[in-house]
């Protein structure tokens, strides 16, 4: 496994990282959880993301469980908080009244005395940016968290949040959490941009589009059983399974296969070209497949190789 920096920290991350979106807590059974949690870490993974918002905190309570048998110090741990945990008017969104509650109880569920990042989860135009930022700081002050990230906010918000703290004096913002894989880039156009120029590191989420780019769903047939697909509430997998990038699958197969990797470690492996890229955050359902994704790190994709990929992608 190989590390990179955080944007412009001293942190190191591992390329790869393993999420709990959906799966740990939710459809994957603890077992499953925690060998891949273990998997992970034996391969060099270093870097475990999770949410409050991930099955109402079980994601965290499975995800805090699991890591418990490892030194604190040897692993960066990631939470969030901006969406709802309960039906009141203060449950969600980035009060003071609600970062402050929400971290505490996170730390709880995770059963750790601090986060090394904590992530604003989404932008919330109802609470001043600057109250936010401060309450971030505080917790950063009292040691409850190490680093600040954002996830989804627009080059924009992103600016916007940089220029208010360093005038107030105010911790800043190092990492950012969008989606990015082959069939979602949107965030090359600006959001890369301007996350290098204030020296923030992006760590992307969905880098196999949900499993899509691991070649395992096929045009005209049904989900394989017991994949995301196959889970009534996720079947759509955020508007990525359709026909248009099945064939696009299709012809990316050929480009592995040409190289002697797998799909998914190609998926990954052109992430990683990018140098604005910490990290691949990826899921997993099972051990096996956070060992295939781990084979990405490392590998550097030639220049007629990323130009072969990027005619499939037009
Ligand atoms: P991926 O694109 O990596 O999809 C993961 C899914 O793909 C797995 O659950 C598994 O599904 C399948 N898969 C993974 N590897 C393989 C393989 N080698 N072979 C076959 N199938 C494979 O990422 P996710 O969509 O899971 O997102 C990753 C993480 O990003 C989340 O866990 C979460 O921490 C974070 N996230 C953050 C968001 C945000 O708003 N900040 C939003 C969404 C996610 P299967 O069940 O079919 O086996």
Not at 190 to 207: A, L
Not at 218 to 240: D, H, V
Not at 276 to 288: D, H, I, K
Not at 299 to 306: A, G, P, V
């Amino acid at each position: 496994m190989e590390y990179r920096r955080l944007g412009n920290t001293g942190l190191k991350v591992s390329e790869i990282s393993l999420g709990s979106w959906l799966t740990y807590g939710g459809y994957v059974e603890e077992q499953n959880a925690t060998a891949s949690i273990d998997k992970a870490y034996d391969l060099g993974i270093n870097f475990f993301d999770t949410a409050n918002v991930y099955m109402r905190g079980e994601a965290e309570i499975v995800v805090g469980k699991a890591l418990q048998k490892y030194q604190r110090d040897s692993y960066v741990l990631a939470t969030k908080v901006f969406w709802p945990m309960g039906d009141g008017p203060n449950d969600r969104g980035l009060s003071r009244k609600h970062i402050m509650e929400q971290c505490h109880a996170s730390l709880k569920r995770l059963n750790t005395d601090y986060v090394d990042i904590y992530y604003c989860h989404r932008f919330d135009k109802e609470t001043p940016l600057e109250e936010t930022l401060r309450a971030m700081d505080d917790l950063v002050r009292q040691g409850k968290v190490l680093y600040l990230g954002v996830s989804e906010w627009t080059a924009e918000q992103i600016t916007e949040a940089v220029h208010l703290a360093d005038k107030k004096l105010l911790d800043r913002i190092v990492v950012n959490q969008p989606q990015y894989s082959m069939l979602q880039r949107y965030i090359e156009k600006e959001v890369i941009p301007v996350s290098e120029k204030h020296g923030i590191g992006q760590v992307v989420w969905s880098p196999l589009a949900q499993g899509v780019l691991t070649g395992k769903y096929k045009k005209g047939e049904a989900a394989p059983a017991g994949s995301r697909a196959a889970q009534e509430n996720f079947k759509a997998l955020g508007g990525l399974l359709t026909e248009a990038n099945l064939d696009r699958v299709e012809l990316l197969k050929e480009v592995a296969a040409d190289h002697n990797i797998s799909l998914p470690t190609l998926a990954l492996a052109w992430i990683l070209r990018q140098k604005n890229v910490a990290s691949a955050l990826v899921g997993a359902s099972r051990p096996e497949q956070v060992e295939e994704n781990v084979k990405a790190s490392g590998i550097k994709l030639s220049d007629e190789t990323i130009a072969r990929i990027e005619e499939i992608l037009k």
